[in-house]
């Protein structure tokens, strides 16, 4: 049984850092992509970033490019988001996922098909 489990959302001021981290379990990850959505009240699920299953390669979405780092530990089978510079508006429930099909990297939610149960993220300003 896949199980994917988030840690490390709270609640920061603008401008501060947090360290998001997702351990997953059930089977092996090494050849699918990683990746990090979130979700605010009213609001549709949003790409924030996506890394390949070697961990050379990672896409960010535009709100967070120069802010936000994906990394992945395959032999731990973690991927981690580290946030720095957090705005008000990067409030939202964090959720990661794995990608459906082997060495495929993709920006959109239909590619991916386990996800975590999330973790909330507040930012004040």
């Known amino acids: 049984q896949v199980q994917l489990v988030e840690s490390g959302g709270g609640l920061v001021q603008a401008g501060g850092s947090l360290r998001l981290s997702c351990a997953a379990s059930?089977?092996?990850?090494?050849?699918?992509?990683m990746g990090w959505f979130r979700q605010s009240p009213r609001k549709e699920r949003e790409f924030v970033a996506t890394?390949?299953?070697?961990?050379?390669?990672?896409t960010y979405g535009d709100s967070v490019k120069g802010r936000f780092t994906i990394t992945r530990d395959n032999a731990k089978n973690t991927v981690s988001l580290q946030m720095n510079s957090l705005k008000p508006e990067d409030t939202a429930i964090y959720y990661c996922a794995v990608g459906k099909r082997q060495y495929e990297l993709g920006v959109t939610d239909e590619l991916y098909d386990f996800w975590g149960q999330g973790t909330q993220v507040t930012v004040s300003s």
């Open positions: 059930g089977r092996t990850f090494s050849r699918f992509a």
């Open positions: 890394i390949q299953w070697s961990g050379v390669i990672a």
